[in-house]
């Protein structure tokens, strides 16, 4: 009786230490999964993501943009999105990337007088190559200084609207007009989140040909969520 009791808790003690054991050794095996899912992430040579902003834009104008009496806005507020992708590894000093980038300056008013007689705004998309330079790692959350180059299709709105008065009837009017910049980036990547960085750039588009205007200046910030 007493090594038929016995024979059951050696039986009993063995199958929980299997157990134990299997256990453990799943534990173990996600684990690793786990650090080499993770370690994979931080080390892919290729990474999509998608970002929005606001910027504060500032027009410069030359000559010919001088009328008598009248007053073109000097600054705008607008805002932005881009989709790009990032390629090099993360533990790399220097990563590259290209990107596609949409920005929308909201209409302002033109003076003429101290009265309004017309709203002009402007828009663009364009592509960038940006070049990704480390300059701090902290707990395995880089920083990076970005330096771009690229191209746009720009376009100016302006809509005139002279309200009527005695005999006059008014005028009313809307055109657009488009043309290509060039673009130039300089700005500061930083990691927020292993899936978010945070952003902040001064970017300027000069146009190819002699235009009323001889270039923008932008600043911009905010996030892009990576993939």
């Not at 705004?121 to 395995?140: A, H, K, R, T």
């Not at 009837?169 to 130039?184: C, I």
């Not at 923008?216 to 910030?221: D, G, K, L, P």
């Amino acid at each position: 009786m007493y090594k038929k009791q016995d024979k059951a808790k050696y039986d009993n003690d063995s199958l929980n230490t299997r157990k134990q054991k299997y256990k453990d050794l799943s534990s173990r095996r996600y684990d690793t999964k786990k650090y080499e899912t993770k370690q994979h992430h931080n080390n892919d040579d290729m990474n999509i993501y998608i970002g929005a902003n606001i910027n504060y834009n500032v027009m410069s104008y030359n000559s010919e943009m001088s009328l008598p009496y009248t007053k073109f806005p000097e600054s705008y507020w607008g805002a932005g999105a881009e989709l790009g992708i990032k390629f090099g590894e993360k533990n790399n000093k220097w990563n590259c990337g290209l990107l596609i980038a949409y920005d929308y300056l909201y209409d302002k008013e033109i003076y003429t007088l101290d009265y309004p007689i017309a709203k002009i705004g402007f828009s663009s998309i364009g592509i960038g190559f940006d070049n990704y330079i480390e300059i701090s790692n902290q707990d395995n959350k880089r920083t990076d200084f970005v330096l771009g180059v690229g191209i746009a299709k720009a376009t100016e709105r302006a809509s005139i609207d002279i309200p009527g008065f005695y005999d006059f009837s008014g005028y009313h009017e809307s055109e657009s007009l488009k043309d290509n910049v060039f673009l130039l980036k300089l700005g500061v990547n930083t990691q927020m989140t292993e899936n978010m960085d945070w952003y902040m750039s001064a970017r300027f588009f000069i146009p190819k040909k002699d235009t009323g205007i001889d270039f923008v200046s932008s600043v911009q910030t905010g996030i892009k969520f990576n993939f």
